[in-house]
């Protein structure tokens, strides 16, 4: 190939790259992905709430008086599928009460097997236009704007920016993903607790040592995951028995029993607690032994006791034991 027409390759190749460069914003754990028409700047904000921390990581980009921004935000209690049009309902009036503007466009969209939500908002003051969609992905909602001067319409870069969203391949069945999403695991030491994020929330409150407290969302029970090293006792049951009666004006031992966790027997508890003259029913799961000591408990009064025996049954499973051995010890 001649020189000149080699030179006018690359040229080309180098033009049809400027006029394509563009910067995605795909982290390993987000869920929704976009491309920004420039590098974009990154934020962190928590909101405390009595359930724990709301994070909003956000990315955004300012060019030539647009603005793109990529958020997302997640949540002490794991929305569902089922909460998607309250969450969107809540987030549209917290954006509108936060800035105000006339809502030209409402309607519902599609990407891939998810349903979202979008807006066109026209910002008068600003003498802007804004498009708003709303993504519930993996636990997780995604907020995805672009703002553009009311005059100049829609740009190619603003275009890009839509025509680039999607979800990450990994995310990519609906249904499989919001099941999933709605497992957490806590760890102490050789200890993990498989939780149903949807149902249970860490007490933000709680700041003891090796104590971790769920509380369930309906507020109908409670429980405990608290971890140590291994104790001088015949059975978990006399510990754990000893303790409720200091407190308590009367313990009653429904049953007692073993339990396999995986490979791992462990003790199995269910006995009731009167105290201020209110009976509580409690489920626990108890291990001692060379990987440390383990207690997951759960109680509710007893009145409501039926309505959750289930979903405590499910957390207790969730307890998994690794096996001790060297360099690997409870904390």
Request: overall charge neutral.
């Amino acid at each position: 190939m001649p020189l000149h027409a080699a030179a006018r390759c690359l040229l080309l190749a180098l033009v049809i790259l400027v006029c394509h460069s563009v910067h995605a914003a795909a982290p390993a754990e987000w869920a929704v992905t976009v491309n920004f028409p420039a590098p974009a700047q990154e934020t962190e904000q928590r909101i405390r709430t009595d359930r724990g921390d709301e994070v909003a990581l956000r990315r955004f980009v300012e060019v030539s008086g647009e603005r793109f921004i990529l958020t997302r935000i997640t949540y002490p209690v794991t929305p569902l599928a089922v909460h998607r049009g309250a969450l969107f309902k809540h987030t549209i009036e917290t954006l509108m009460n936060s800035r105000s503007g006339e809502i030209r466009e409402d309607n519902q969209f599609e990407l891939g097997t998810y349903a979202g939500h979008r807006l066109l908002i026209e910002q008068r003051r600003e003498r802007s236009l804004r498009e708003v969609r709303l993504l519930l992905v993996g636990g997780a909602l995604y907020f995805a704007s672009a703002e553009w001067p009311a005059a100049a319409g829609q740009s190619a870069r603003v275009k890009e920016f839509w025509s680039s969203l999607a979800v990450a391949p990994a995310y990519a069945d609906a249904r499989v993903m919001d099941d999933r999403s709605r497992w957490r695991e806590l760890a102490q030491g050789n200890f993990q607790l498989r939780y149903d994020s949807s149902r249970w929330f860490r007490d933000p409150a709680t700041v003891e040592e090796n104590l971790i407290v769920l509380l369930r969302v309906d507020e109908l029970a409670e429980a405990e995951f608290m971890a140590g090293p291994q104790v001088q006792a015949a059975t978990m049951e006399e510990l754990v028995l000893a303790t409720a009666k200091e407190s308590a004006e009367r313990v009653t031992m429904r049953r007692r029993g073993k339990k396999l966790q995986g490979s791992t027997t462990v003790e199995e508890l269910r006995f009731s607690v009167r105290v201020d003259g209110v009976t509580y029913e409690n489920h626990g799961y108890f291990y001692n032994g060379p990987e440390g000591s383990v207690q997951v408990r759960a109680w509710s009064p007893e009145k409501n006791f039926a309505e959750v025996e289930g979903d405590i049954a499910e957390l207790l499973d969730g307890l998994s034991i690794a096996k001790a051995r060297m360099g690997l010890v409870a904390r």
